[in-house]
């Protein structure tokens, strides 16, 4: 699903971000990525939806060499993946339904096809019951369900989290990662950038850690940190 051979990542300013990572991550794979601020892993995500280009090496998602992908591609590459933000980032003049239906008429589906498939994701997040609420109107986890129905409406391969409950407390968090589970059950690919310790030990899932633009560690079944 997730390929990097020997990636390099140093920004115009001199910045290393990235610093020879090789990194391999399997179709249905759950993983986090950890690390402190600054670490790399925002350039991670930045290299796998082509927002950034590394200085070396290569970048595959599933099968596309994503460096080498010509302009013109790159929205065929975004359309195989979801994000989600620590920010939520939804329309406000629009309902949760729409907010999601929209993901799916910019890609020109038919409202037929919107409609069922809008409901069906709004079920799988158990929002169903505030489809007609706008964003204003709802909790930052029920906003948060909002953002993640509609990162998974188009159906992407891989689903991309940075920082997802950055801005929640624990019981809702715990919610959001019930949610991501059950979306990684279906055979999504998750990959999420977090600081939430209590989350990631919580999971129990692989952890990548990144310190200084290097994987230092890389964990099937792993902690925040391993010095606990
Ligand atoms: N656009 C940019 N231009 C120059 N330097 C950058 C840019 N983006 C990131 N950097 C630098 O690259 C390094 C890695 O940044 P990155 O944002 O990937 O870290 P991060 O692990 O995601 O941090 P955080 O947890 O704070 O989001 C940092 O030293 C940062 O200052």
């Given at each position: 699903m997730i390929e990097l051979k020997n990636v390099s990542k140093t920004y115009d300013n001199g910045s290393v971000a990235l610093d020879r990572v090789s990194l391999h991550i399997g179709k249905g794979e759950f993983v986090f990525v950890v690390g402190a601020s600054g670490a790399g892993k925002s350039t991670l995500i930045?290299?796998?939806?082509?927002?950034?280009?590394?200085?070396?090496?290569?970048v595959l998602v599933n099968g596309i060499e994503v460096n080498s992908l010509p302009k013109s591609k790159v929205p065929y590459l975004r359309r195989k993946m979801g994000i989600v933000f620590q920010d939520f980032r939804l329309l406000p003049?629009?309902?949760?339904?729409?907010?999601?239906?929209?993901?799916?008429?910019v890609i020109g589906a038919s409202r037929r096809v919107i409609k069922e498939r809008v409901?069906?994701?709004l079920d799988l997040v158990g929002l169903l019951g505030k489809a007609d609420m706008l964003p204003?109107?709802?909790?930052?986890?029920?906003?948060?369900?909002?953002a993640i129905a509609r990162a998974i409406v188009n159906r992407?391969?891989?689903?991309?989290?940075?920082?997802?409950?950055?801005?929640?407390?624990?019981?809702?968090?715990?919610?959001?990662?019930?949610t991501f589970k059950k979306i990684n059950h279906t055979g999504t690919t998750v990959l999420m950038v977090t600081h939430d310790k209590q989350m990631v030990d919580w999971m129990n899932k692989r952890v990548i850690e990144i310190v200084d633009g290097a994987i230092i560690r890389d964990e099937l079944r792993g902690g925040y940190s391993n010095e606990d």
């Open positions: 930045k290299l796998l939806s082509h927002e950034e280009v590394p200085t070396d090496g290569s003049n629009k309902t949760a339904e729409e907010n999601v239906a929209f993901a799916m008429e409901r069906t994701v204003k109107k709802l909790s930052g986890g029920e906003q948060q369900r909002v992407p391969l891989l689903l991309i989290a940075d920082e997802p409950t950055g801005n929640l407390d624990p019981e809702t968090s715990k919610g959001i990662m019930d």
